[in-house]
């Protein structure tokens, strides 16, 4: 039980971590800002999922030529305030 407690607290603050490094292109390092923000105002439920997202599109923009990445951060901000997501819980993008 203490281990598996420990096991997965070294997991999280590893995440946690992961989640602090910048991506080196000032849009993307703002959005993903962003989505982490909107991740506390979330129901608990939804914001592992987004925390997961956040994570997942930081291990991807890390690994593209930073033009891609900056196109791709454009983009995917633009279509979060045109769906306005979860605006509903005070996320704005």
Known sequence: ???????????AAIA???????????VCDAL?????????KL???LQGDLRA???NMRQLLVDLPKRDAETICRQNQ???RRVGLHQ????RF
């Open 1 to 11: 039980m203490l281990r598996s407690a420990l096991v997965i607290l070294g997991a």
């Open 16 to 26: 946690c971590s992961a989640m602090a490094q910048p991506v080196g292109v000032p």
């Open 32 to 40: 993903l800002v962003r989505l982490e923000a909107c991740a506390v």
């Open 43 to 45: 129901p608990e439920d």
């Open 53 to 55: 997202l956040n994570e």
């Open 78 to 80: 633009n279509g979060y």
């Open 88 to 91: 509903e819980y005070g996320c």
